[in-house]
């Protein structure tokens, strides 16, 4: 994603005045400096009524603003070069295309991560990966919500899934997952850049939504509608502190719990459909 | 033995917004750091500050994992969102739109002690009110050290 930063060079005992009335526009993120600060916002949400905001501003406090277009780019490729493959329990090896194969698993996955999610360093994928080994996935249809770089579709993929839809609302994770499933083979997928209802009306026998604890506690009764009778739902992204407010909304959504596992500070849960709900409108 | 730290990185970062992009993705990547891991983490940890600007400190060590502490709001975030103001007031001193009280500053001034080069809550008070009518804010009431005399 294509970024817009803007340079505000002004007196120290202003920058944390200006950090503030920019913080109530659509910047993601700053960094303050002593004698300026930095704001950054996707070119995406830019808008022209923004330089008139800090017009407005700059009546009132006094400063000078540079701004700069910042290209996409791989900001990970230097962890991303030197990362060490990924062994999860004895049952999965994840690894780059420059790692040496191995086959001493059941199931190796090549990721490429660059700027996507998912590479099973982190908790919540491994925690999937956990879950998915548990459950029997030969022959289902299979929904990845969120799908980061493919990992967990690509495991399904690997694991017999008859058919799978991976989607993402990031456009970089899209094109991460196609050029992974590319680098793993498979031709069960399809992939998807944007929300849920690009999903339809299909119903799936599995869910897997590593995605964080708001979107989760949101899409969870929308999640009901996605998915077949009886089928399983892999929830993650979330903290074991949220614990309670995830299984208030997964059974008020007609969910029971299978399972569920923690790593860390993070928890993992299967959900099983017990029932049809109508999702919240 | 202990992790050699590498370095830290200071920034304000949206709750639950964190994202591989700058400032995030070059401040970490030239680390060497998981910038991914990093969001998930901090998004996960800020959801119930979701769209807040958050000071987060990252220490960097040198085999390249991390730890991080995410601070409170920035006293003049404080501010802005006690006086409830959607966009900021025209020119400070003559045209004060928003106000806040000495209770605010208080708050405020107990909450961001840590940071305040203050040795008491009242003169962190008056900091606070500073920024506050730096910002174009009325202080409205009396300061309770008045109230006392």
């Not at chain 1, 005992?13 to 920019?22: C, G, M, T, V, Y």
């Not at chain 1, 808008?47 to 009546?59: A, P, R, S, V």
């Not at chain 2, 119930?48 to 709001?73: E, N």
């Amino acid at each position: 994603m294509d970024y817009y930063s803007f340079r505000f060079d002004t007196e120290a005992s202003n920058i944390p005045i200006l950090l503030a009335f920019l913080g109530e526009q659509p910047f993601d993120a700053f960094e303050e400096n002593e004698d300026h600060l930095m704001a950054y916002i996707p070119t995406s949400l830019y808008e022209e009524n923004l330089l008139d905001y800090i017009k407005e501003l700059n009546q009132r406090f006094d400063f000078s603003m540079t701004q700069t277009h910042i290209p996409s780019k791989n900001w990970n490729a230097i962890w991303e070069a030197g990362f060490e493959p990924v062994v999860i329990d004895d049952f999965c090896r994840v690894r780059a295309s420059f790692h040496a194969p191995s086959s001493n698993f059941p199931y190796e996955i090549l990721i490429d991560p660059q700027m996507a999610f998912g590479t099973g360093h982190h908790a919540t994928t491994t925690l999937c990966i956990q879950m998915m080994r548990d459950l029997d996935i030969a022959g289902k249809t299979v929904f990845d919500y969120g799908c980061g770089t493919g990992i967990l579709a690509i495991l399904a993929d690997k694991m017999g899934a008859k058919e799978i839809l991976a989607i993402d609302i990031d456009p970089a994770s899209v094109e991460n997952t196609i050029q992974n499933i590319g680098l793993n083979g498979g031709n069960s997928f399809s992939v998807k850049e944007g929300d849920l209802d690009i999903a339809g009306k299909n119903q799936y026998e599995i869910i897997i939504a590593n995605i964080n604890r708001n979107v989760l506690l949101e899409r969870i009764p929308a999640l009901n509608k996605q998915m077949k009778l009886e089928g399983f739902l892999i929830l993650s992204g979330f903290l074991i502190e949220d614990e309670e407010k995830m299984l208030d909304r997964c059974k008020s959504s007609g969910f029971k719990l299978i399972q569920q596992a923690s790593r860390g500070k993070w928890l993992c849960m299967v959900m099983q459909k017990e029932k049809e709900v109508a999702p919240i409108a | 033995m202990a992790k050699e730290v590498g370095g830290f990185i200071k920034l304000q970062v949206k709750g639950g917004q964190a994202n591989p992009a700058p400032p995030v993705g070059p401040a970490l990547g030239a680390k060497g750091v998981n910038i991914m891991e990093f969001c998930k983490r901090f998004n996960a940890e800020t959801q119930d500050k979701q769209g807040k600007v958050l000071p987060v400190i990252i220490t960097v060590f040198t085999d390249k994992s991390f730890t991080f502490i995410i601070k409170t709001p920035p006293a003049a975030v404080q501010l802005l969102e006690k006086a409830k103001l959607k966009k900021g007031s025209g020119v400070p001193n003559r045209d004060k739109v928003g106000s806040v009280t000495w209770d605010d500053c208080k708050a405020i001034a107990e909450d961001k002690m840590a940071d305040l080069n203050a040795f008491s809550v009242e003169s962190g008070m008056k900091m606070i009110a500073g920024t506050a009518r730096s910002m174009g804010l009325l202080v409205k009431g009396t300061p309770p050290w008045e109230t006392n005399e």
